[in-house]
């Protein structure tokens, strides 16, 4: 066979738009398909940041009858908090930290996102990125493990499971922070 002229452009436009059509799949399959959080939803992070959140605590602090869930505690709503008051080098940091976890899957050759795995896939799943993950990767999963836990040993709701007793000051002052984030929250003025 001869190619033409009209061949080749034809071939060309069909992989230019089997290239297009194959890319709008994978965006919507790496950004659609998150529940969206209602009511009682996040301030400053997307639907997708927040399930990754939530999946993440979810794994991290299931609780027990010795320790409370994650997310009864609330850490995803004080991240959300944290994020929502940070600047926008911390918001972009955290939001990155979100996206590969979320993606991680990805690169240990399982087609799949973090938040749809259930939790003990997930917490195997940490495990192998810690074991095996590239670099970067196992910098983000301990990141967000350390961020999770910190802002859960920080809320006062545990203190007696972990016997301690709070700060010794005579008098505690409000977090501007969280006063405003609340009134965001409850469809007040900041």
Do not use: C
Request: glycine share 8%; aromatic share 8%; net charge negative.
């Amino acid at each position: 066979m001869n190619p033409s002229r009209r061949n080749l452009l034809t071939g060309i436009l069909g992989a230019t738009g089997f290239a297009a059509v194959l890319a709008a799949g994978g965006y919507a399959w790496l950004e659609t398909g998150y529940p969206e959080p209602g009511a009682d939803g996040p301030v400053f992070l997307s639907a997708k940041e927040w399930s990754v959140l939530r999946a993440l605590i979810e794994v991290l602090l299931p609780g027990d009858e010795t320790f409370p869930p994650g997310l009864e505690l609330g850490v995803h709503r004080r991240i959300d908090m944290e994020a929502w008051a940070a600047d926008a080098d911390v918001r972009a940091e955290l939001r990155a930290l979100l996206q590969i976890l979320e993606h991680s899957p990805l690169l240990l050759g399982r087609p799949t996102r973090f938040s749809g795995l259930v939790p003990q896939l997930r917490a195997t799943l940490l495990d192998d990125i810690i074991d095996h993950g590239p670099d970067m990767t196992v910098s983000a999963v301990l990141i967000l493990k350390r961020l999770v836990h910190f802002i859960a040993y920080a809320n006062p709701e545990v203190w007696l499971f972990i016997g301690y007793e709070g700060p010794l000051v005579d008098v505690v002052h409000p977090d501007p922070a969280q006063i405003a984030y609340t009134n965001i929250r409850e469809g007040r003025a900041p």
